[in-house]
């Protein structure tokens, strides 16, 4: 997986905050670049920057930086009770052929496998339907400083025999490519239970999922 730069500027103690911290807890403040991007500490949302994330237990935790049309960005940080971490996360964009690459890998590593790969409209016969078990929403992208309008997006997304998302396509376009990339970065990383076919073996079968992003 590409791999995007952030960079932690400090670690500030108590007396050098401006405000009062608790010696209990550390605290993050992350600024990105581009801004609006989503923040999660230990796989839970707490924002989009500029951010801060106060009262964080001390030790290591997770720390994920997402935007559509991005790289993610994931990396263990280590807090201390009474201090500040201060950091800019400057993400880098995803160019079309590297998106264009990522899917050609996929379908090499469903063809080297042997499994067949079905086609869209193809019907699989099926004992057991797939079935969500780790949803992700998607990042309503913002241009120039706005929310794109809103509008739903169609994707079908290759369920692999393990249950995740081998490909993700565009069935139907909102009409935005912002709000496509976003529905597409979503969809690839939900997770289902694999299609069980009669003989009681996972098969890969296609499911078309609707994302609909409404301004607030």
């Known amino acids: 997986m590409h791999k995007t730069p952030i960079i932690i500027l400090a670690v500030l ?14 605290s993050l403040r992350l600024t990105s670049e581009p ?14 920057t500029p951010l801060e994330v106060p009262a ?20 263990m940080l280590a807090f201390e009770g009474g201090k500040r971490t201060v950091g800019n996360a400057r993400l880098v964009a995803v160019t079309q052929a590297e998106r264009d690459s ?6 090499l590593r469903a063809v ?3 499994r067949p790969v079905p086609d869209k409209d193809a ?10 078990v780790k949803k992700v929403d998607p990042i309503y992208p913002v241009a120039g400083g706005d929310e794109v309008p809103g509008g739903k997006v169609f994707v ?14 565009i ?33 890969r079968v296609w499911v078309m999922q609707a994302f609909t992003f409404k301004q607030h």
């Not at 079908?156 to 396509?169: E, H, K, N, S, Y």
């Not at 690839?188 to 009681?200: C, E, H, M, R, S």
């Open 13 to 26: 103690s108590a007396a050098a905050s401006l405000c009062a911290a608790d010696p209990r807890f550390g």
């Open 35 to 48: 801004d609006s991007a989503q923040v999660f500490l230990d796989g839970t949302l707490r924002g989009t």
């Open 56 to 75: 964080i237990p001390p030790g290591r935790h997770q720390l994920v930086v997402r935007k559509p049309g991005y790289w993610k960005y994931s990396k």
């Open 102 to 107: 990522a899917h050609a890998a996929d379908s």
């Open 112 to 114: 080297a496998d042997g």
């Open 123 to 132: 019907y699989v016969a099926v004992d057991k339907s797939p079935r969500l």
């Open 156 to 169: 079908q997304m290759l369920i692999d025999v393990d249950g995740r998302v081998l490909r993700a396509d």
């Open 171 to 203: 069935a139907k376009s909102s009409g935005s490519r912002e709000l496509d990339d976003a529905a597409v970065e979503a969809a690839l990383q939900w997770v289902f239970t694999p299609a069980i076919a009669p003989g009681d073996h996972p098969v």
